[in-house]
């Protein structure tokens, strides 16, 4: 079936420095979405990529969708303590268009 | 807009009992999921619903755990008999329509003993 990959699983920064998580389908996918769980808490609602190459940004937050759809990155530019949390990525797939496979996500944590 | 409500938030139970959570999501939304989050991974899918028919069941363990959305609204998700390794955060999400983004519950943490 379908593997959505994510790596690294852990990263830790100091306040201001960049991060960048790392997302890879073994399918081609129709769209991605993002989302972010912050410690004890709920997986929330990033942003969706549909199209080949697309790159979305949200204020610090760069988002990718690689050219061959099978691929995407997010990128934070100087990071913030508010920041931390697990980034993960999430793709329609196992036979299905329609129903979403989450990567095991990114565990960002910040050093104030 | 209100978010997508879940019961209870938490439940420790014994192996072998049986347990129930219940989820109502957001007004309108014509998709529902239940997610079984493993901590260190991300969510698996359970079940989706659209309305109130089953879209994909195709990872519910169907000899322990079933679900139901009997009017397309909330639903409920039940196991029986629970397992250790049914341990786990137990997400309910609701979207607009399929393939659209997903908003989540708080959860329901299951501690089975």
């Known amino acids: 079936g379908q593997q959505v990959m994510q790596i690294p699983q852990y990263q830790h920064v100091q306040e201001g420095e960049d991060f960048t998580t790392y997302c890879n389908s073994s399918?081609?996918?129709?769209?991605i979405q993002w989302y972010k769980q912050r410690p004890g808490g709920h997986p929330v609602f990033l942003i969706q990529l549909v199209k080949s190459g697309e790159v979305k940004k949200q204020k610090r937050l760069t988002f990718q969708f690689g050219e061959a759809k099978k691929n995407s990155s997010l990128h934070i530019t100087a990071t913030q303590t508010t920041d931390v949390g697990t980034y993960f990525c999430?793709?329609?797939?196992?036979?299905?268009?329609?129903?979403?496979?989450f990567g095991k996500g990114t565990l960002l944590t910040v050093n104030p | 807009e209100a978010g997508v409500a879940q019961s209870p938030r938490y439940k420790i139970i014994e192996k072998r009992q049986s347990v129930a959570f219940w989820c109502n999501p957001i007004?309108?939304?014509?998709?529902l999921y239940w997610y079984q989050q493993i901590l260190g991974q991300g969510p698996k899918l359970l079940i989706q619903f659209q309305n109130n028919g089953v879209v994909d069941d195709s990872q519910l363990p169907k000899d322990r755990f079933s679900a139901e959305r009997l009017k397309g609204v909330d639903s409920t998700l039940k196991i029986q008999p629970a397992k250790l390794e049914d341990s786990a955060v137990y997400l309910c999400a609701s979207s607009l329509r399929i393939n659209q983004p997903q908003h989540f519950g708080d959860g329901t943490r299951l501690s089975i003993l």
């Open positions: 999430a793709g329609p797939g196992g036979g299905s268009n329609y129903k979403l496979t």
């Open positions: 007004s309108g939304h014509a998709t």
């Open positions: 399918t081609t996918l129709s769209n």
